[in-house]
């Protein structure tokens, strides 16, 4: 027979098991999803994340993952839908008014940063990614921290 482990004891083990998140990263630029795939899994072994090459049928594309995403990156400026469409449609739909939406830009103009803040992104980080900081980025976010990282 196991002993009965303290309640406390496993609480503590539950808080601090590494974050898991289920992620979606949309992005045109190949070397940039490159860098991700490198850091989410070979750095951080996520099991499961999934990256658009492009906006083309976002919605549709977006919809259709299962499970569902519960922190997002967006590259802004993509085509056919640039990020602050892609966020609008987001935001639009209620099953994800209130997941995370990052943008992952390399533009860091003092007035680009404001336009996102406005538009309603949770947060900046900008390119290249930071493959050294990200994996604790990620799980900030995923406590509810909002970063505006452009530096």
Known sequence: MMPAQHPNAIAT???NAPIKPVMLYVEDDP???KVMVLCLKIRMKL??????ED????LARLQALSP?????FLDI???PHSGFEMLAMLRGLDAFK???VIALTASVMNEEVMLLRTSGFDGCLAKPLDMEGFPDQLMRIMQGERPWRIT
Do not use: L, N
């Open 47 to 52: 099991p499961q994340y999934t990256i658009f």
């Open 98 to 100: 209130t997941v995370p």
């Open 68 to 72: 569902r995403p519960e922190v997002i």
């Open 31 to 33: 070397m940039s999803r």
């Open 13 to 15: 083990a539950a808080a």
């Open 77 to 79: 400026h993509m085509k």
């Open 55 to 58: 906006s083309v049928d976002f």
